[in-house]
């Protein structure tokens, strides 16, 4: 009996001991499947270009396939576009003419391109773009001419006010009685028109004259190519806004920024006010706030880019707070450090954005924190060449995100998943006028 209750003592001794040993090893921190509560590991995110998407925007069939329709042998008349603002708004805004050019069967004239004062901008559709090569592309989309006749050089083209107009303006009936009474008149597209109800013949000359006819100078290719070859590659080109006038237009309200940046901010405020409380949380809640250059390096990080990715700086003049971003991402190069200083001055606003555009359609991989005139042109023009490692940074999913507490890496994990699913689907990678969705 006593032989048995020793037994089983040592019995229950040998358990427990065991029972100490196994957990000691599985607790250790040298154990591959420990989880300790005080653990931060977070599980490895793949590189947001690896993943497989599910969707691609490509040219659609009938505009690259479909069979013209002859441009009718007499014209209603002819036919300019104004265009205004900059560069990819200019060309957006012009595209846009030639598809109503051919919708009321009008001949084109080069477009005048207006800038405001503030753009310190002198150059022309000419300056920009290659006049031969786009009459030549147009052949069969649309009438396109340099000069008028003689009975009409001399004159000013009747102005019609379409800018401002509603979804619902049409273009036959308000422009083309102006357009024969008058046989030439200018005008500068609406904002909000509905090309889906556009035949589509007109499509096609909107679409051919935005992706296939318009293109740069052979100066300014070659400048762009002089540049595209100077940055190391592979490379990210990224379209970053923070400008002073940019962030007063917002009516943004931001902490921590420099009394450089406030005041630079300010000068360019005007009569707009900085929005402040509820007001202000609600605001950037809805994506409405640009990005610093320190919450863009946060975002890049959370997509698994490299520290080392070298980054070509599409942007304009002035960007505010840039260290936030170089102080993560050192290989940052722009126009300026890769120019020579007599081709930077002696350039507009207009060619040094043509340069950005053309870099920026070339790299290997394009990010924009905003969803502007150029970040669609440039996504839509990277799908036409098949290039699709294009990304739009969300405003709105940071805000929200930090809104909400997150921080370190549970607010990495978060940031990642959103623009994972954006990037999987394809989310605002074309412009749907000339594109189809694709499932792969």
Request: aromatic share 12%.
């Amino acid at each position: 009996m006593v032989a048995f209750r020793v037994g089983k003592a040592l019995l229950i001794a040998t358990l427990i001991f065991f029972s100490l040993f196994l957990a000691l090893i599985l607790f250790s921190p040298s154990f591959p499947f420990s989880r300790s509560p005080l653990s931060s590991a977070v599980p490895e995110r793949a590189e947001i270009w690896s993943l497989r998407r599910i969707f691609e925007w490509r040219p659609c069939n009938w505009w690259l396939q479909g069979h013209l329709a002859a441009v009718p042998a007499k014209s209603n008349g002819y036919l300019r576009v104004d265009c205004y603002g900059g560069l990819n708004q200019m060309r957006r805004d012009f595209c846009d003419g030639v598809g109503i050019a051919r919708l009321l069967n009008a001949t084109l004239v080069l477009p005048k391109f207006e800038v405001a004062a503030y753009w310190n901008e002198s150059s022309g559709f000419g300056d920009v773009f290659d006049v031969e090569y786009f009459i030549q592309q147009m052949d069969g989309f649309v009438q396109v001419v340099k000069e008028l006749p003689a009975e009409l050089a001399s004159k000013e083209p009747f102005k019609v006010d379409c800018s401002k107009r509603k979804g619902s303006f049409d273009y036959v009936e308000t422009v083309l009685p102006l357009l024969l009474e008058h046989h030439y008149v200018s005008f500068t597209p609406a904002m909000s028109q509905r090309r889906d109800r556009y035949p589509w013949y007109a499509k096609a000359a909107l679409c051919q004259a935005c992706y296939s006819a318009l293109r740069l100078t052979s100066t300014l290719e070659k400048k762009g190519s002089e540049l595209l070859q100077a940055i190391p590659k592979p490379f990210l080109s990224l379209h970053l806004r923070f400008e002073p006038d940019m962030v007063a237009y917002s009516q943004c309200e931001y902490s921590g920024l420099s009394p450089t940046a406030i005041q630079a901010i300010e000068s360019a405020r005007g009569y707009r006010k900085r929005l402040t409380g509820e007001e202000a949380h609600l605001w950037r809640n809805r994506g409405k706030c640009p990005l610093t250059p320190n919450e863009t390096a946060i975002i890049l990080q959370a997509l698994s880019i490299p520290t080392d990715t070298n980054v070509y700086l599409a942007a304009g003049d002035g960007l505010m707070e840039l260290e936030g971003l170089t102080s993560v991402y050192a290989n940052v190069f722009t126009k300026s450090t890769l120019l020579s200083s007599e081709d930077f001055e002696n350039m507009h606003g207009n060619t040094k954005a043509a340069l950005d555009y053309y870099v920026s359609i070339n790299s290997d991989s394009y990010v924009a924190t905003y969803f502007g005139n150029m970040d669609k042109m440039v996504a839509a023009m990277r799908a036409f060449k098949g290039l699709y490692k294009t990304l739009f940074l969300s405003r709105r999913g940071f805000a929200v995100l930090t809104s909400q507490g997150l921080k370190g890496n549970s607010l990495m994990e978060a940031l990642w998943k959103v623009h994972r699913d954006d990037f999987v689907m394809g989310v605002g990678s074309a412009l749907p006028d000339c594109f189809c969705e694709f499932k792969l």
